[in-house]
């Protein structure tokens, strides 16, 4: 058996192992969602307001998600209105305000547990096609390194991590300092099976994670 | 530790169990390839019928081989006898056993049983069994042909293990028509004991063995074998070639990493990472694998074509595309070196297209200059063919040998030899891959060219993609040691 954690909880969890995340603050209420914002300067207008819990898996189709919120009094309203739309069978509930980010290029990266090779990490050409492109590359964790530079090497769609519309070049290091933060994750907690980081968005040059989904096994 | 395997591939003497006068039986044919393939130990045939088979007596029961002569033990008996037979080969000192005999796990729940049971049996007795089901050995340094199949194959450095018997039996054909040889083979079949990691850590030690070639189709434990095969890796190259490799094996999961996590995606990923060769399909791997044993491993990936004829130098660039290989432009130096050996209109660039104004020495030269150049790090020589084509003709037509016909002919043939001979002496000499590609290998494989190549025990590959195949997986094998300092 499995258990997803809700994406506030898979955020938390590998930005505190390094993962470079969109800023973030999470709140079970409009009030303390507010209050972090004063505070945290990391998180940027415009926002994204999600309301997350471990049993709500679509949050699209039932409208938990608001894009392109602007100013405060938005904010507000979003956050009222999604607390509102939760249903008791949703169980524990939270707000997860996130800055919004840019940028034309998208990865994937993630862990999973291989029934043959035991924890696998990944790094692929992500967004909503990853799975129909399959540009993606292996290893068995832990990894070097150089392990790490040759999945980045791997990937077929080697143009689109050079300079790119008017968007610098990726910074692979910093694309290796995320594989090397899945692995450690999954090195201290031998009950993941599987992260996703999806899509891991090519900001100036910089990979930054604005979605995550850890599923532990139970 | 690697477990010592030489009482399989060296014995000192070989008992053959289940030898008959019928020469469709698996222990006649066993003793047959021993004694035709001129195996330099002793040969204690073992059967039900005394008397004589091939001019050998026959021993009635292991019981009258004398203590410490023979090493190992070749069972072709079904499965009931051969527990037996392993506890009186073991009393007479054998220490490895190759179980040819089929009805093991392949044949259902009691063969599951016999099988552990066997295994058991040869732990207990501290004896290295290879098989069961498997087809065979070879082992050329012992001239060791204990096979129930064919062929044998000439003397080399390749080590082959393979999950499919008869994929031995091909690589031994390919050896036999490309002339580079091997050093070991062996048809690991159910792998009850002996697994394929086992017989890979052996060559690894093995003096005969510059590089492992390898087919396998199941992997038990993933992740034990991956870091043994990585460790090999640091040290000697293994081409593997994979079964299966189409099966979809895509799984239901709920992360996206889960659904791309392909069987093979995940498999291809640990093959990099352990810095195995991974080979497209068997010629594939054969090739990579006899390129590996014969040229020295490039330090880079820029190539330059040397050619005679124009299109084939386009057709050898055409084919880096999409490969590390760099066809880069010709160094200035070497240019104008070129520039004194040839009439004008050679091509002035990559590939080096001579356009016709070679004479009697000219592309030992130009192959040397290449070669030694600091800045080129593997050469192509398309250079074979034409002037054989041309001797082909003269001798089958009907002017032979009036005319000045044979002087030419003969003129034509020794310098297509000569080139395949300087290609090889070059690459010794500067230390670069030199490698050699000629449609003659397979469509006239007697001409002095490809003939000169196999008889030396080289590759000549049959043709510029080929070769160029070979060559990308050189390189990326000699990227991932550079990257670990190796």
């Known amino acids: 058996m499995s258990v997803t954690l809700s994406e506030a909880e898979s955020r938390r969890l590998v930005s505190e192992h390094g993962v470079v995340v969109s800023g973030f603050v999470t709140g079970e209420t409009t009030e303390t969602i507010l209050d972090a914002l004063k505070t945290d300067e990391s998180v940027t207008y415009p926002l994204v307001v999600k309301l997350c819990g471990r049993q709500i898996a679509h949050k699209s189709e039932r409208g938990l998600l608001r894009l392109q919120i602007n100013d405060q009094q938005s904010l507000r309203t979003a956050c009222d209105e999604l607390l509102a739309a939760a249903e008791p069978s949703d169980g524990n509930v939270e707000l997860l305000v996130s800055s919004m980010v840019k940028g034309s290029r998208e990865l994937i990266c993630g862990l999973h547990n291989d029934p043959q090779f035991g924890l696998v990490v990944m790094l692929g050409i992500g967004g909503v096609l990853a799975e129909a492109i399959r540009d993606v590359a292996f290893r068995l964790a832990p990894i070097t390194e150089t392990d790490a530079a040759e999945m980045i090497e791997d990937l077929n769609a080697q143009r689109l991590l050079g300079e790119f519309r008017g968007e610098p070049a990726l910074r692979r290091q910093e694309l290796i300092d995320v594989l090397m933060a899945l692995c450690s994750l999954g090195a201290a907690h031998p009950e993941v099976h599987s992260v996703d980081l999806n899509p891991l968005i090519i900001v100036d040059g910089r990979p930054v994670a604005v979605d995550a989904l850890v599923e532990l096994t139970q | 530790m690697t477990r010592d395997l030489s009482a399989l591939f060296d014995p000192r003497g070989i008992i053959v169990t289940g030898v008959s006068n019928h020469p469709g039986k698996f222990g006649f044919v066993c003793l047959h390839n021993l004694l035709a393939a001129g195996y330099r130990g002793e040969i204690f045939p073992v059967g039900r019928e005394p008397g004589e088979v091939l001019g050998r007596s026959v021993l009635g029961s292991i019981d009258e081989v004398p203590v410490g002569r023979a090493d190992m033990l070749f069972i072709c008996t ?15 000192g054998v220490k490895a056993a190759f179980i040819a005999a089929a009805g093991y796990r392949e044949a259902g729940p009691d063969g599951i049983d016999a099988e552990q049971s066997l295994v058991a049996v040869a732990d207990e007795l ?55 040889g091997i050093s070991r083979a062996v048809s690991a079949g159910n792998a009850a004991q ?21 087919y396998m189709e199941s992997v038990d434990d993933g992740r034990a074998m991956f870091e043994r095969l990585r460790a090999i890796s640091t040290n000697k190259p293994i081409v593997l070639v994979k079964g299966g490799a189409s099966s979809a094996g895509a799984r239901a999961a709920a992360s996206h990493t889960g659904a791309l996590a392909t069987d093979d995606a995940v498999f291809d990923g640990m093959s990099r990472q352990a810095g195995l060769i991974r080979a497209r399909d068997l010629e594939e791997g054969f090739e990579a694998a006899a390129t590996l044993a014969t040229q020295p491993l490039p330090t880079g990936n820029r190539v330059v074509v040397v050619t005679t004829v124009g299109g084939w130098g386009v057709a050898a660039v055409d084919a880096m595309a999409g490969t590390l290989l760099d066809p880069i432009p010709l160094p200035g ?44 790090d593997a050469v192509l020589f398309l250079g074979l063919g034409i002037q054989s084509n041309i001797a082909v003709m003269m001798r089958n037509g009907p002017f032979f040998p009036d005319h000045g016909l044979e002087r030419i002919a003969n003129f034509h043939e020794t310098q297509d030899a000569r080139y395949a001979g300087a290609a090889a002496a070059v690459a010794e000499r500067t230390n670069t891959p030199v490698l ?34 070979s060559l990308d997986l050189l390189v990326r094998h000699a990227r991932w040691r550079q990257a670990r300092g190796i």
């Open chain 2, 78 to 92: 079904p499965p009931p006898l051969n527990e037996h037979l392993l506890r009186a080969a073991a009393s007479k």
């Open chain 2, 126 to 180: 501290n004896i290295a069994l290879a098989g069961p089901n498997g087809q065979g050995v070879v082992s050329t340094p012992s001239s060791m042909c204990a096979q129930i199949v064919a062929p044998y194959a000439p003397a080399g450095n390749i080590a082959v293990v393979s999950q499919s018997g008869n994929f031995v039996s091909s690589l031994l054909n390919m050896a036999h028509l490309s002339g580079v």
């Open chain 2, 194 to 214: 002996l697994e394929v990691t086992d017989y890979l850590e052996w060559f690894d030690q093995d003096p005969e063995t510059s590089v492992s070639l390898v």
């Open chain 2, 333 to 376: 130096d070497l240019k104008a070196e070129i520039n004194e050996l040839l009439p004008p209109r050679w091509s002035r660039n990559n590939p080096i297209d001579m356009a016709g104004g070679e004479t009697r020495d000219t592309v030992p030269r130009i192959l040397e200059m290449v070669a030694g150049h600091s800045e080129i």
């Open chain 2, 436 to 469: 050699v590609a000629t449609e003659l290998t397979n469509t006239r494989p007697e001409t002095p060219g490809p003939a000169t190549m196999r008889a030396a025990g080289l590759m000549c590959h049959a043709s510029a993609a080929r070769a160029i195949r």
